[in-house]
Nanobody, 121 residues
Framework: QVQLVESGGGLVQPGGSLRLSCAAS????????IGWFRQAPGKEREGVSY????????YYADSVKGRFTISGDNAYNTVYLQMKRLKPEDTAVYYC??????????????WGQGTQVTVSS
């Protein structure tokens, strides 16, 4: 059973940076992906970024390209989301998620508990 635990959220000023971490465990083979979603108040949850564990390929939402970077340790037991040049519209609860394979429409079979990111002066 996949388990995901996020950390690293907080309050940051516009233009600042934060790094989120997701400690992942319980997955089997390498053909799966781990990523980040976010949900702002009154909005639907949206995909932000994910990485395919087997080949390291990555996906970024257009709204975060060039500002956010997803990475992981050697075995992707910990996945990071480095967020730079943060904007107020990045304010949301950020969730780590596990997908069963590397297809963009793959089923999500596990979620973390979420961590709040607030971008405000």
């Amino acid at each position: 059973q996949v388990q995901l635990v996020e950390s690293g959220g907080g309050l940051v000023q516009p233009g600042g940076s934060l790094r989120l971490s997701c400690a992942a465990s319980g997955f089997g083979d390498d053909y799966h992906s781990i990523g980040w979603f976010r949900q702002a108040p009154g909005k639907e949850r949206e995909g932000v970024s994910y990485v395919c564990v087997s080949d390291g390929s990555t996906y970024y939402a257009d709204s975060v390209k060039g500002r956010f970077t997803i990475s992981g340790d050697n075995a992707y037991n910990t996945v990071y989301l480095q967020m730079k040049r943060l904007k107020p519209e990045d304010t949301a609860v950020y969730y780590c998620a596990h997908k069963v394979n590397c297809d963009p429409s793959a089923l999500i079979d596990a979620w973390g508990q979420g961590t709040q990111v607030t971008v405000s002066s």
